[in-house]
């Protein structure tokens, strides 16, 4: 798709360069000149909280604006690994309302670790479907759906699942952010979430329900978390 547009954008005289995380697939559309960071799929300018780092990538991608053809391909020189699937161990607090579900009750209890890291960057993903006071309420939808509820009728805030079950995972990797104290690696949040958190086991159980209900589009429940996290056969 990038290096298509790269064509595209050329061709009504704009010089571009790319930044390719698989180089099968940056090989294979031959853009006029692309960089290719071997560093981990979502993270294209290597360390976060690094901008020192980042600009280098940066500058290493502009510096081939000076090749005038292509297609260009260059390696940048140094390759960042994670720790892959690995859950993160983050210290979760205690329940603190034995009334409410226990996935409510723990968005509840890592509201200030997501409150550090919103101060700490400016800036959240949080709010696609409503504001991060909504999301217990999301969960509680999601909860309905997984007891058997139509998500038609759950009461899900925007009427938008898969926005809101984005909306859940954005809030917990920002949390997890104030949880650790390292960065963690790219996929490790993902495991962390789908695999010991209690609002993982919530939306686990909605997309089993989902998965279940006969007339249900495929993607309601296909696209409701990572599927490399997903406990149902595609």
């Not at 000149?33 to 780092?53: H, I, N, S, V």
């Amino acid at each position: 798709m990038v290096g298509t547009l790269a064509h595209v954008l050329e061709a009504h005289g704009l010089a571009t360069v790319a930044i390719a995380l698989i180089r099968g697939q940056i090989e294979k559309t031959a853009p006029p000149r692309a960089l290719y960071t071997q560093f981990p799929l979502g993270r294209p300018l290597g360390r976060p909280d690094d901008p020192e780092y980042q600009h280098e990538v940066l500058a290493a991608a502009f510096a081939l604006l000076e090749r005038p053809a292509g297609p260009v391909l260059e390696d940048f020189p140094e390759v960042l690994g994670d720790d892959g699937d690995t859950p993160l161990s983050c210290q979760m607090p205690l329940r603190h309302d034995a009334s409410l579900h226990p996935a409510v009750d723990e968005a509840l209890g890592i509201r200030p670790a997501y409150n550090r890291t919103l101060q700490r960057t400016g800036a959240s993903s949080v709010g696609r479907v409503g504001s991060v006071d909504d999301i217990p309420s999301i969960l509680e939808a999601f909860v309905r759906i997984g007891d058997g509820v139509p998500h038609e009728e759950a009461a899900v805030p925007g009427g938008d699942l898969l926005a809101a079950a984005m909306d859940v995972r954005s809030y917990y990797e920002e949390a997890a952010q104030a949880l650790v104290d390292h960065v963690p690696g790219a996929r490790q949040v993902d495991a962390w979430i789908y695999g010991d958190t209690e609002a993982g086991k919530v939306m686990h159980a909605a997309q089993r329900a989902l998965h279940a209900t006969e007339g249900v589009p495929r993607p309601l429940w296909y696209f409701l978390m990572p599927m490399m996290h997903s406990r149902i056969e595609p």
